[in-house]
Nanobody
Framework: VQLVESGGGSVQAGGSLTLSCVTP????????IAWFRQAPNKPREGVSC????????NFADSVKGRFTTSRDTASKTVYLHMTNLNPDDTAVYSC??????????????????WGQGTQVTVFS
C-alpha cells in the first residue's frame, strides 16, 4: 500500500495550504485516511481523519475550525485544507490508512500504511 503526499511548502502566518495524499496502488473506497504531523523534537500528532465514505471526519483540537479534509475517490486523493496557519503548524505532514470508520483516537495502533511526508513551514 503506497501513499504519496505533496503540497507542502513555506507560507506566511495567516496563509493557507492544501496538502494532497495520493493512493495509487489501492482502492481508496475501503479505507479511512488520516493526516498526522511531526514537528522537530515533538511527538507525532494526529491532525484529521476522514472515513471511507467521506463522512465522519474528526480533527485535533489544535486545528479545529482551521483545517478541513476531503477526498476524491476517482483520483484516489485525500486533501488536507489548512487555513489561518501559524508557526506552531510547522511540521512534516504524513497521511496514513485506517479502518473505513475513523477510530475515536489517533493512537498509532489504528493506522497502518504511511506516506513519506511533506514539509510545511509557517513563518511569522
Amino acid at each position: 500500500v503506497q501513499l504519496v503526499e505533496s503540497g507542502g511548502g513555506s507560507v506566511q502566518a495567516g496563509g493557507s495550504l492544501t496538502l494532497s495524499c495520493v493512493t495509487p496502488g489501492f482502492t481508496l473506497n475501503y479505507y479511512g485516511i488520516a493526516w498526522f504531523r511531526q514537528a522537530p523534537n515533538k511527538p507525532r500528532e494526529g491532525v484529521s481523519c476522514i472515513g471511507s465514505t467521506g463522512g465522519g471526519a474528526n480533527f485535533a483540537d489544535s486545528v479545529k475550525g482551521r483545517f478541513t479534509t476531503s477526498r476524491d475517490t476517482a483520483s484516489k486523493t485525500v486533501y488536507l485544507h489548512m487555513t489561518n496557519l501559524n508557526p506552531d503548524d510547522t511540521a512534516v505532514y504524513s497521511c496514513a490508512t485506517t479502518t473505513p470508520v475513523c477510530p475515536q483516537t489517533f493512537a498509532s495502533k489504528y493506522f497502518n500504511s504511511w506516506g513519506q511526508g511533506t514539509q510545511v513551514t509557517v513563518f511569522s
